[in-house]
T-cell receptor, first 114, second 111 residues
Framework: DGGITQSPKYLFRKEGQNVTLSCEQNLNHDAMYWYRQDPGQGLRLIYYSQIVNDFQKGDIAEGYSVSREKKESFPLTVTSAQKNPTAFYLC?????????????FGPGTRLTVL | AQSVTQLDSQVPVFEEAPVELRCNYSSSVSVYLFWYVQYPNQGLQLLLKYLSGSTLVKGINGFEAEFNKSQTSFHLRKPSVHISDTAEYFCAVKGAQKLVFGQGTRLTINP
């Protein structure tokens, strides 16, 4: 079955530690995205990538970093510089970033900072 | 730039009753509109989308939405809800590269 996988489902981190969230897709999609979800705020875009070895900042990139070394993989690192990292993180992908293309979402990773 | 406002943060309804979830948008260019559903602790699933053509769009699980350009609205409706429709619903507008989401509406179905 084609789809998007995110791991782990739940992640606990101590303050001051960096942590990396995994996102893999086998849909052969060009574009991939990372969103952060907080209660009552909808989804906010962190980073997106249209092509391997290239990515752009979204609306809330500070304290996060990404890489896109392979078409199917787009890991997100939450660094110690992110002041309030506890949230639900969603990865998505689409054929292209062009007009009207639907984004497909993974099941999410819930990050809790202790 | 695009923006989306979902007018209700929570909507409680009784089972088998009709429901409407309201969404208004703003955009300086042609819009592409989406409704997604999110069940607890899961990702988002596409319900329906409007790209062009007929302003009444039918989606999965018996949902439909009507695009109203003059009122800049894209309200989601279902004539008879089921307990399994309990979820959070997100309206989104698409520009050239980014999908902009509303704050979400939590739909609660009471038996």
């Amino acid at each position: 079955d084609g789809g998007i996988t995110q791991s782990p489902k739940y992640l606990f981190r101590k303050e001051g530690q960096n942590v990396t969230l995994s996102c893999e897709q086998n849909l052969n999609h060009d574009a991939m995205y990372w969103y952060r979800q907080d209660p009552g705020q909808g989804l906010r875009l962190i980073y997106y990538s249209q092509i391997v070895n290239d990515f752009q900042k979204g609306d809330i990139a500070e304290g996060y970093s990404v890489s896109r070394e392979k078409k199917e993989s787009f890991p997100l690192t939450v660094t110690s510089a992110q002041k309030n990292p506890t949230a639900f993180y969603l990865c998505a992908s689409s054929i292209l970033t062009g007009w009207g293309n639907e984004q497909f979402f993974g099941p999410g990773t819930r990050l809790t900072v202790l | 730039a695009q923006s989306v406002t979902q007018l209700d943060s929570q909507v409680p309804v009784f089972e088998e009753a009709p429901v409407e979830l309201r969404c208004n948008y703003s955009s300086s260019v042609s819009v592409y509109l989406f409704w997604y559903v999110q069940y607890p602790n899961q990702g988002l699933q596409l319900l329906l989308k409007y790209l062009s053509g007929s302003t009444l769009v039918k989606g999965i699980n018996g949902f439909e939405a009507e695009f109203n350009k003059s009122q800049t609205s894209f309200h989601l409706r279902k004539p008879s809800v089921h307990i399994s429709d309990t979820a959070e619903y997100f309206c989104a507008v698409k520009g050239a590269q980014k999908l902009v989401f509303g704050q979400g509406t939590r739909l609660t179905i009471n038996p």
